[in-house]
């Protein structure tokens, strides 16, 4: 089991340890160097040594190349990032979810490991496992464990309910991820229950979280702010403390990714995300999103004209950006605004938005005080 990796990443060089924060950018006669030696039982170099217990206290003095480094291939594609949606299903029914529907279905296990090595080969260093509920998915430790011998640096995006399992704990403990982010959806019981529509749901999260702290491994919470528990973020927030997790706040719900307009119902009135000028997005060009079929597109939202991986492989990855591209134009009642130099959303989400017949005071500075 490898303890750093070396990787091409977006044109540089990097040495990173799974399970830990930090890294170290490298030249290229470095990673060649690295490279020359991976899989052999040569020491690894003193730079490598100094480095590892500078920045993560490690020792690795007594290991050789082949059981302490993996050294990850240069690849023609440039896509550092990736969120795979393995299993759409979900063991909760969130009034606010995106997702249009939320089917127990995806791709048989020989083609997951197909496609994880196609992750792989576009040069995919952090991945994101994503769903519906990603631990429901019958293959999800398989899954897991290839991603992570494959020397990605993975995320779980996750609602927490199975985490407490024995076979879950015991994985990420033994290969740990980068971080699992488990979204918060309310500090009671009732408040969390009513979101997630499904008795119980509070009650497993908390079991959930607190196996992972007693483990040792990496939290987030996403504090997800809705009208069932926006008098109780104060609350939230001292959940996140309690479980020494970072925490980040989303307030703004958006639309199904196919445009109807049900989760809009969860917004808590006067939680609008006020959120930085949009500046453009690397989806589509460094970064990309697979369904449960492996269809790759630009992102989560942006879903028109999907690459079929299982049947286009790498090649398809080529036509990615120029779908992407097609998908910003500022179009469907975007197009010539005055204002649109200082939109808060991209034109995927907009579009989502307009489908929905949204007011425009959820996505549009025509519908903000600024713009009146």
């Known amino acids: 089991m490898h303890q750093l990796i070396a990787t091409p990443y977006n044109g540089t060089f990097l040495i990173a340890r799974p399970g830990s924060k930090g890294g170290m950018r490298i030249s290229r006669s470095l990673y060649e160097q690295l490279a020359s030696a991976a899989g052999s039982s040569s020491p690894l170099p003193s730079w490598l040594l100094t480095h590892a217990r500078t920045a993560w206290g490690v020792d690795l003095a007594d290991t050789v190349m082949r059981e302490a480094v993996l050294v990850r291939l240069e690849t023609r594609l440039g896509y550092g990032r990736a969120t795979y949606e393995i299993n759409k299903g979900c063991n909760f029914n969130c009034e606010h979810c995106y997702l249009a529907e939320r089917r127990f279905e995806g791709l048989p296990w020989p083609d997951k490991v197909r496609l994880l090595h196609l992750l792989r080969d576009a040069g995919v260093l952090w991945l994101q496992f994503t769903g519906g509920e990603p631990l429901?998915?019958?293959?999800?430790?398989?899954?897991?464990?290839?991603?992570?011998?494959?020397?990605?640096?993975?995320?779980?995006?996750?609602?927490?309910?199975?985490l407490h399992r024995p076979e879950v704990i015991g994985l990420l403990r033994d290969l740990p991820p980068h971080k699992v982010t488990v979204s918060l959806y309310g500090a009671t019981p009732d408040s969390f229950d009513s979101l997630t529509r499904k008795q119980g749901a509070f009650k497993l999260v908390e079991k959930g979280l607190l196996a992972a702290r007693e483990a040792g491994i990496a939290l987030e919470l996403a504090l997800i702010i809705t009208r069932h528990n926006a008098h109780e973020l104060g609350a939230m927030r001292a959940l996140a403390d309690q479980y020494g997790a970072d925490r980040h706040e989303y307030s703004t719900i958006s639309p199904t990714y196919t445009g109807t307009p049900e989760p809009l119902a969860a917004q808590a009135p006067g939680f609008l995300d006020r959120t930085s000028v949009f500046k453009g997005c690397p989806a589509g060009h460094t970064f990309f999103h697979v369904?449960?079929?492996g269809?790759?597109?630009?992102?989560k939202v942006g879903r028109e004209n999907p690459v079929d991986l299982m049947t286009e492989g790498l090649e398809g990855l080529?036509?990615?950006p120029g779908i992407a591209d097609a998908q910003m134009l500022r179009t469907g009642g975007c197009g010539g605004c005055q204002l649109s130099g200082t939109c808060r959303v991209c034109r995927p989400l907009a579009k989502a938005y307009q489908e929905a017949k949204a007011?425009?005071?959820t996505y549009c500075r025509h519908g903000s005080e600024e713009a009146s």
């Open 359 to 361: 007011p425009l005071n």
């Open 318 to 320: 080529l036509r990615l």
């Open 291 to 293: 369904d449960p079929h």
């Open 295 to 299: 269809l790759a597109t630009m992102c």
């Open 136 to 162: 429901i998915d019958r293959d999800f430790v398989e899954a897991y464990t290839l991603a992570h011998r494959s020397g990605m640096l993975i995320e779980i995006l996750t609602n927490g309910s199975r």
